[in-house]
């Protein structure tokens, strides 16, 4: 029934970017935001709970019971934690910058800056992947998934940008769809990942992304047939005096 | 200060009754877009632009975000004018062969109108990236469409051809007008509100002013090469006109 009563202002859809006047704050109001900023600290202890939320509550001067604030209670951590780490990507400029080197001391690609940028993104959940499956948990409640769903499309989004990709045609939407499956994925397998340094979640995702790059080759290679063919025939028929 | 609160607090007032009592009020008129951004400008802007010029009354303009709306209409705009400048280059790109080889003296035209619109849809490929705007979902549709679309007509004839770009160019020529027309409104009513406009938003009314302007020139050269004699014209034309609109709606939804 909260959920009813007082919905947070759940998502501000993305629209045009404007650089000269740049569109106001997030999903989030103040209040509601002071509170989520000094709960995030508890989640390595108290995890994506209510508990987190009230303690954080007590952090920024409320009532414990603030936590009524949140309709949809410890999703409202979840979200705000996905919105801030997203966001939070801008700032590795030693990878967005277009002449940023890799590991292997080349200058990166686009697909090297979308695989540093994951990287990097994964690793800001190092601290807190023992609580992740109860986040992941959350995400998937049947009235969470729009939200969870519309973020990771927002990540995706956000990579791909940073990366510099400037595609605007129909590979717009199949970058962002492999992306956003991989990195779900990779999320997920990170969960169980006990190697050191996540050694095994950095090859999981080094494969996936390998897989992707198969795959997008040959459709690449096929329809580059495809093409040539079809343009070749019709010169050829055009050559013989065939008004097409 | 209280007289200036509760002003506010009367305009916020009647502007939620009025969207609540008489939604489809706002929806009729035609210029409700224009309108309603007009509105959320004058509804939301007075108080802190008041507040901003007591604080420090030698800084420069302020720079407001933009509405939801104008950011709304900013980004189909240039999704619907990205799908348009593809379309056009594919219309020229594959009616060229055919034309120029019944009627070699049509060359230097057909390049002159393709390099034109090749330079236009590089123009709106930028823009579509540098401002995040995602391209239409309808990409390959369009792609297919535009290609029968120029190569079937560039097979009727050049009649039939040029009557294709006559259509193509008139629905395309009428869209850009109203866009730089409500560019050009939301420009004014920024200067009259006192906020700093920007270069990026009289950069962008002006590429859509040229590309306009191009766009017709297109028109006249079709009309010069007999587009009016092409066989049944009214049906081409009007099948033709009909199709750009539908497609401009479809592009700036999806």
């Known amino acids: 029934m909260a959920t009813k009563t007082r919905p947070l202002r759940l998502y501000s859809k993305r629209f045009y970017h404007s650089y000269d006047h740049p569109a106001p704050g997030g999903p989030f109001p103040a209040i509601e935001t002071s509170i989520l900023r000094v709960s995030t600290p508890h989640i390595p202890t108290h995890g994506f709970t209510n508990t987190s939320l009230s303690l954080g509550a007590q952090d920024a001067g409320?009532?414990?019971?603030?936590?009524?604030?949140?309709?949809?209670?410890?999703?409202?951590?979840?979200?705000?934690?996905?919105?801030?780490?997203?966001?939070?990507?801008?700032?590795?400029?030693?990878i967005t910058a277009?002449?940023?080197?890799?590991?292997?001391?080349?200058?990166?690609?686009?697909?090297?800056?979308?695989?540093?940028?994951?990287?990097?993104?994964?690793?800001?959940?190092?601290?807190?992947?023992?609580?992740?499956?109860?986040?992941?948990?959350?995400?998937a409640q049947p009235s969470n998934i729009p939200t969870s769903l519309k973020e990771l499309a927002a990540l995706s989004d956000e990579i791909?940008?940073?990366?510099?990709?400037?595609?605007?045609?129909?590979?717009?939407?199949?970058?962002?769809?492999?992306?956003?499956?991989?990195?779900?994925?990779?999320?997920?397998?990170?969960?169980?990942?006990?190697?050191?340094?996540?050694?095994?979640?950095?090859?999981?995702?080094?494969?996936?992304?390998?897989?992707?790059?198969?795959?997008?080759?040959?459709?690449?290679?096929?329809?580059?047939?495809?093409?040539?063919?079809?343009?070749?025939?019709?010169?050829?028929?055009?050559s013989k005096g065939v008004r097409i | 200060m209280s007289i200036l609160a509760t002003q506010r607090r009367s305009l916020i007032v009647s502007h939620t009754l009025y969207d609540f009592l008489a939604p489809s009020l706002v929806q009729t008129i035609r210029t409700s877009r224009v309108r309603q951004c007009r509105r959320c400008l004058s509804s939301t802007s007075n108080a802190p632009a008041a507040v901003a010029s007591d604080a420090s009354p030698n800084s420069s303009k302020p720079k407001k975000p933009l509405s939801a709306i104008q950011r709304e209409f900013l980004n189909r705009a240039l999704r619907v004018n990205q799908a348009g400048e593809l379309a056009a280059t594919l219309i020229y790109a594959t009616q060229t062969p055919p034309i120029v080889n019944s009627h070699p003296h049509l060359r230097p035209l057909m390049k002159h109108m393709y390099d034109q619109e090749a330079g236009h849809f590089g123009t709106f490929n930028e823009l579509l990236a540098k401002h995040r705007v995602r391209p239409t979902a309808m990409y390959p549709v369009w792609t297919f469409a535009a290609s029968t679309l120029g190569w079937g007509t560039a097979i009727m004839g050049r009649e039939a051809a040029m009557a294709c770009t006559e259509a193509v160019e008139t629905a395309i020529g009428g869209h850009y007008d109203e866009q730089v027309r409500e560019l050009v409104n939301m420009v004014d009513e920024m200067e009259r509100q006192g906020e700093e406009v920007g270069e990026e938003l009289r950069e962008l009314t002006g590429t859509i002013r040229r590309i306009r302007d191009e766009e017709l020139e297109h028109l006249d050269h079709a009309v010069d090469n007999d587009a009016k004699e092409a066989k049944p014209y009214e049906l081409l034309t009007g099948v033709i006109k009909a199709g750009c609109k539908s497609a401009i709606w479809i592009s700036e939804r999806v």
């Open chain 1, 62 to 94: 409320y009532l414990p019971a603030s936590t009524n604030l949140f309709p949809r209670g410890a999703f409202s951590l979840v979200h705000y934690y996905l919105y801030t780490q997203r966001l939070a990507l801008a700032a590795h400029t030693n």
């Open chain 1, 98 to 139: 277009a002449d940023a080197v890799g590991e292997n001391g080349y200058v990166m690609g686009v697909g090297g800056k979308v695989r540093a940028l994951v990287w990097e993104r994964l690793m800001a959940n190092k601290a807190v992947v023992h609580r992740w499956q109860e986040a992941l948990a959350l995400m």
């Open chain 1, 160 to 238: 791909w940008f940073l990366a510099g990709d400037k595609s605007v045609d129909s590979s717009w939407y199949t970058k962002r769809a492999s992306l956003s499956t991989i990195y779900a994925a990779t999320e997920l397998f990170m969960t169980t990942d006990k190697s050191a340094d996540f050694i095994d979640t950095r090859e999981f995702l080094d494969r996936r992304l390998g897989d992707v790059k198969v795959v997008g080759g040959a459709v690449g290679s096929v329809s580059q047939w495809v093409g040539f063919t079809a343009h070749a025939g019709i010169n050829v028929l055009r």
